[in-house]
């Protein structure tokens, strides 16, 4: 499926009717496995993104170049609809316009830019704090200048209702909706209330992370809410398999004990891509 394709599908995503929960993708295995399960639509988030590229916290220590890295394997494995947590596009506006091109051409379908101060400021105590409202406007507008395809999703994301207050955050939304932007990504949802809050002033489709699961699907539809993040099970269960294996292991005991945690040749086959690798062995290998 051609890139463009991939990004008018996940921008159906936006339009139709319902909500929906992506698959947490974070590298070729997982991307590989989602969409064979059915997952159209995939989130690499900032915090597990810098965990796998770099086995570190989400401190804004990574760099756009690798995340651009990291969104090529993932999308190269298979025709999932990437969305990418673009965190505060790596700096300005300018830098902002830098980044929607280079997820772009690492085949990312969309992208969220957050209004958070990045990385956190000397002697804030790790508080979220946001820039500026007009700031962020300006970054947004770029972001939506530096698209090369019009189909690539561009998201703006405020995490007011956490740092700072409702009434901002209704603001913010009001400001970051003329700016051209596909949808508005919300942090720190937690009542209806706040969903009531945000609707009044756009119309534009809502996309919601840190939501707790009393907010069911079925509550957030009619608020236009279309994605809703429920964590990011998928990596931090993997960090426990690797953990208890690797302790397995170093104790000495026998690898028989763990085979009931074997994948079986199907999954492993699925992972990687082994189906596709084998057609084009018998296509252009010969014998």
């Not at 609809?81 to 596009?89: E, F, L, Y």
């Not at 009044?200 to 009393?214: D, H, Q, R, Y």
Request: aromatic letters at 6%.
């Amino acid at each position: 499926m051609h890139v463009t394709d991939r990004r008018r599908r996940l921008r159906d995503y936006f339009q139709r009717e319902g909500c929906v929960r992506p698959a947490s993708v974070f590298d070729p295995v997982s991307s590989r496995t989602a969409y064979a399960l059915g997952f159209e639509v995939g989130m690499l988030g900032g915090s597990i993104a810098s965990a796998v590229i770099l086995g570190a916290p989400d401190v804004a220590v990574m760099t756009l170049t690798e995340l651009a890295d990291q969104v090529r394997r993932i999308t190269r494995a298979s025709d999932i609809s990437q969305i990418v947590d673009a965190d505060n596009g790596y700096g300005n506006a300018l830098n902002v316009m830098r980044t929607v091109r280079e997820l772009e051409d690492a085949g990312a379908s969309g992208m969220t830019i957050e209004d958070t101060s990045l990385p956190s400021r000397y002697g804030s105590g790790g508080k979220e704090e946001l820039i500026p409202l007009d700031e962020m406007t300006g970054k947004l507008r770029a972001a939506v200048a530096a698209r090369q395809d019009d189909a690539t999703v561009i998201l703006g994301r405020t995490h007011a209702i956490n740092a700072t207050s409702l009434d901002d955050a209704v603001e913010r939304v009001a400001a970051y909706a003329d700016t051209g932007v596909d949808g508005i990504f919300l942090m720190g949802i937690r009542e209806e209330a706040h969903l009531q809050a945000v609707r009044a002033v756009t119309n534009l489709p809502f996309m919601l992370g840190s939501t707790p699961e009393s907010l069911t699907m079925d509550v957030l539809a009619p608020y236009g809410v279309k994605i809703v993040l429920r964590g990011h099970g998928t990596f931090t269960q993997t960090v426990r398999t690797v953990y208890e294996s690797l302790e397995h292991q170093a104790s000495g005991a026998p690898s028989a004990e763990l085979a009931d945690r074997e994948p079986t040749p199907e999954m492993m086959g699925i992972a990687t891509g082994t189906a596709d690798y084998r057609s084009a062995r018998d296509a252009y290998l010969g014998g």
